[in-house]
């Protein structure tokens, strides 16, 4: 009674094993052989101040987070994962039921462009864009409001890069 209950779990632990999932890495192929990259501050092409080295801290922290790579100096690094801020829009979502014309809700949008290049070579190993909104109720003070709000929007692009640079989506 013992034995066939032995046959059956090691029966079922090798067709599991079988499936071909595996733990480990699953980089892009253009990335498989770094390890090491720098993330210098980010370009701003945008009229909004001071978000370069918001941009550049979230995403070192989320590469830390994730630990595909070593964050290093630049001249460490294999890779150098260079990101420009395109646009950042507002528009309105909600606006107040009794004036069309004054908002409630904001939709911001963040566009950032990225490359990774080969340090040694200057060669441009994987480029691409990463797109990141928010929305955000005003209040007495729309500045303060919006602040806030890209700070989420650059929580949510960090994310999203990270992930297309590690995992290839």
Do not use: W
């Amino acid at each position: 009674m013992r034995i066939p209950a032995i046959f059956f779990a090691s029966l079922a632990l090798a067709l599991i094993s079988g499936c071909g999932y595996h733990l480990g890495s699953a980089k892009p192929a253009m990335l498989q052989n770094v390890t090491k990259i720098a993330v210098p501050t980010f370009k701003n092409k945008t009229f909004v101040s001071g978000v370069e080295v918001l941009l550049a801290d979230a995403t070192i922290k989320q590469f830390q987070e994730d630990g595909t790579y070593q964050i290093v100096p630049d001249d460490r690094a294999q890779a150098i994962l260079y990101c420009t801020l395109e646009r950042v829009d507002r528009r309105q979502a909600r606006a107040v039921l009794s004036n069309v014309l004054a908002t409630r809700e904001f939709q911001l949008m963040l566009r950032l462009q990225y490359e990774f290049v080969d340090r040694v070579t200057g060669a441009t190993i994987k480029r691409g864009f990463v797109n990141a909104d928010t929305t955000f109720f005003t209040d007495d003070d729309l500045q303060i409001d919006q602040q806030q709000a890209i700070v989420t929007a650059i929580h949510r692009a960090a994310v999203d890069l990270v992930g297309q640079c590690t995992e290839g989506f």
